[in-house]
């Protein structure tokens, strides 16, 4: 077990928040309810938004950027997306500041530089973009419209945690213009997908893939699907969401197309993103008691080579063959840290790297020379191997391989043993206190007795799953008539 963090087992809550500080991702800023994101967090969050980028630029999309500011009389013109943000809004009222006439050391807001119009600091970007949509579209020759844009946006939270809820954090918004319905939906579909196929193939954690109910939908779409995770205290967290927007904010927009008819028709939208969060997701996901584990497609060093020398002349030895290493694996595509610096001893460097999820780790001295060997440690197995430095650079490509599989198959069968199915009242209770996890359950459809149920148990429905078959039931609740099971859990 790492020294001074506290167990999993113990306190999840504090587990999480001593690791992301220690393992230098983290910390929070002079700013209420902001972070600052450290090197090693932001190179992973590079990492995600590079492959990220990849799989949208694949799919046919391109980056743009548009204003943190909204003017608010854009923002309230879709009803619904207005009024499900209001109350987490940060508003700009003034423009300058001057100096206190008496106090000259203090700054005050000049009240004669209040703005005209009020602008609100974007919580989501779909008013600013469908107002500027509206001169882009005038013909279906103008559509589809496939934009992504890598932003900030704030949403000023009362309780905050480093990555899963801050005031302001990082993400990507996708917005797309559609001549049809069916091309949104479509496209509403292939974006979670893209989310998907990234989480269970980077990150290395699976999702279920589903549908929001009413309660829980994006406000001002008329669908929202979503991925949702489960991390190992048994809570969910929403790891991603693409919403069908319909034509609601073509329609507060008043954005038209002529179709090849000359018929002026609404434009249909998506809007989909990921955030910041994702971290918080990797490290609930695949970490423990000594540390950080990451899966090696996400961990910005994968290999760290430490050197075991006594005096100069061994570690000029040392440094020979351990900078060939270096080369040879970097040819492979792997990257590679060598930490030859003296300041530090091998056993900080192995608790430090432990602690910072490197995925493998060699150690060499100078018997390691005469033998022709290495030292390798797996970080998520905690187990050690001696390797030929002959067949090294194949066995690490090939371990990487390894633990990127078995750090999902491991997840996936903590997923399946926390996963319930109830049919009774009283035994969703128990399952929900007791053992956490999913919970699949019947449910008769109504946003009476979702409430009911989360007022009772804090348990919310996850989502509507996609591969979820027709069953006839009972609503665990109401006892009503129900024709599929749906996932509950306790959330982030």
């Known amino acids: 077990m790492a020294k001074g963090l506290v167990k999993r087992s113990e306190d999840f809550s504090k587990w999480y928040n001593e690791l992301v500080v220690m393992a230098d991702l983290a910390e929070n800023s002079g700013v209420r309810g902001c972070m600052v994101i450290k090197p090693y967090g932001y190179a992973i969050w590079e990492k995600m938004q590079a492959q990220l980028d990849k799989m949208f630029k694949e799919t046919g999309h391109q980056n743009a950027y548009f204003p943190l500011f909204v003017p608010k009389s854009l923002f309230e013109a879709e009803e619904k997306n207005a009024e499900g943000f209001a109350k987490e809004c940060a508003v700009v009222t003034h423009y300058r500041l001057k100096t206190d006439p008496n106090n000259p050391t203090k700054l005050i807001v ?131 969401t693409s919403h069908f927007l319909g034509q609601n904010f073509a329609k507060a927009f008043d954005v038209k197309f002529a179709d090849k008819e000359g018929k002026q028709e609404y434009v249909w939208a998506t809007s989909w993103g990921v955030s910041t969060r994702l971290i918080g997701a990797l490290i609930m996901c695949h970490s423990d008691d000594f540390g950080l584990v990451l899966p090696p497609k996400l961990a910005p060093i994968q290999v760290a080579i430490v050197p075991i020398y006594k005096g100069d002349e061994q570690l000029a030895q040392v440094n020979e063959v351990a900078f060939k290493i270096k080369e040879e694996l970097i040819a492979s595509g792997i990257s590679v840290k060598y930490d030859n610096d003296d300041n530090r001893k091998p056993g900080w460097k192995f608790a430090e790297y432990e602690m910072k999820g490197v995925p493998a780790r060699i150690a060499i001295g100078q018997r390691d020379i005469e033998n022709g060997t290495v030292e390798v440690a797996r970080r998520d197995t905690l187990t050690k191997e001696i390797v030929s430095r002959e067949n090294l650079t194949a066995y690490i490509v090939n371990l990487m391989e390894e633990i990127q599989i078995s750090l999902f198959n491991r997840n996936q069968e903590f997923v399946n043993e926390k996963t319930t199915f109830v049919d009774s009242w009283e035994a969703f209770q128990e399952t929900i206190k007791n053992k956490g996890g999913f919970v699949s359950a019947h449910w008769d459809g109504t946003s009476e007795t979702e409430l009911k149920i989360k007022e009772a148990t804090k348990a919310t429905i996850r989502c509507i799953p996609f591969d979820q078959e027709d069953e006839d039931g009972v609503c665990v609740f109401s006892g009503n008539p129900s024709k599929r099971r749906v996932l509950f859990a306790k959330a982030y």
């Open 110 to 240: 000049d009240p004669e530089a209040k703005l005209e119009e009020e602008l609100v600091v974007r919580p989501t970007s779909e008013a600013i973009i469908w107002n500027t949509y509206k001169g882009w579209i005038q013909s279906y020759r103008d559509l589809p419209i496939l934009i992504n844009q890598w932003a900030n946006v704030v949403r000023w939270e009362m309780r905050t945690r480093l990555f899963l809820r801050t005031a302001e954090f990082l993400w990507q918004e996708g917005h797309t213009a559609h001549e049809t319905k069916q091309e949104a939906l479509e496209e509403t579909a292939r974006m979670l997908d893209v989310y998907a196929t990234f989480t269970k193939d980077y990150m290395a954690m699976p999702v279920v893939k589903g549908y929001k109910t009413e309660n829980e939908r994006f406000a001002g779409a008329e669908d929202t699907y979503c991925i949702e995770a489960l991390m190992q205290d048994g809570k969910a967290l929403q790891a991603g």
